[in-house]
């Protein structure tokens, strides 16, 4: 079976990816691989972060890997917070205060569209594919459900009365844009 190592510190991507690759490839995490760096993601879009978290464990491993950057785009707010979303009220990346933050600055606005968008970037054998991933739907006024992470319990995606934070994983997973954009891995993969 086909290894790769997934380049992201956060553990509920890892399960929601872990659940949609199963069977098809082994996703080594960066623990396993005895990598605790903090991978630096410092550009401002979403493909060139997802490139350079890939490319920092492949060129220190020379590993097969892959990465996700992901933002939450709200039309009312020009796209913030976009690929800011992990730091948008501070460096602590506190989940908590990002949705309190959002929630106040839309706060009024009629227009509460929003998408969440993944960018995966692959290099396989050293060379790099992108895939991405898109879920539109709205923010809600309050936090509903305990499930999932980051900005889940504000986010009702097109389709269904629930926010994320209400859907099972496995749910959230059929629709969502990490979703999306791992079932355009899964079909690449499975053509290499
Ligand atoms: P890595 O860079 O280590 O992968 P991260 O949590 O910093 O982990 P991103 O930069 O891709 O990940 O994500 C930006 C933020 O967007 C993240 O901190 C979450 O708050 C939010 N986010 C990402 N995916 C999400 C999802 O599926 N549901 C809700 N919020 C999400």
């Keep these: 079976m086909r290894e790769l190592v997934f380049a992201t510190n956060n553990q509920h991507k890892v399960e929601e990816v872990q659940n949609k690759l199963d069977g098809l490839c082994k996703i080594h995490t960066l623990k396993e691989y005895g990598c605790t760096d903090d991978i630096p993601e410092d550009h401002d879009t979403l493909e ?21 950057d992901t ?28 949705m309190q933050k959002l ?8 227009n509460r569209r929003a998408r969440f968008r993944t960018i995966i970037s692959l290099i396989l054998n050293g060379k790099e594919y992108f895939f991405e991933g898109i ?20 986010f009702r995606p097109d389709g269904f009365d629930r ?30």
């Design 48 to 68: 060139g972060n997802a490139s350079q978290k890939s490319h920092y464990l492949h060129d220190k491993y020379g590993c097969d890997c892959f990465s996700d």
């Design 135 to 154: 879920v539109n739907g709205e923010i809600l006024t309050e936090k509903h459900g305990n499930e999932g992470f980051g900005y889940d319990p504000i």
């Design 163 to 192: 926010s994320f934070a209400e859907l099972s994983m496995n749910d959230k997973n059929k629709i969502s844009h990490r979703g999306r954009a791992v079932e355009k891995l899964f079909d690449f993969l499975k053509k290499q």
């Design 103 to 110: 929630l106040k600055k839309l706060a009024g606005h009629e």
């Design 71 to 98: 933002g939450l785009e709200v039309e009312a707010l020009d796209g913030e917070p976009g690929v800011y979303s992990a730091r948008y009220a501070g460096e602590s990346k506190n989940p908590e205060a990002n």
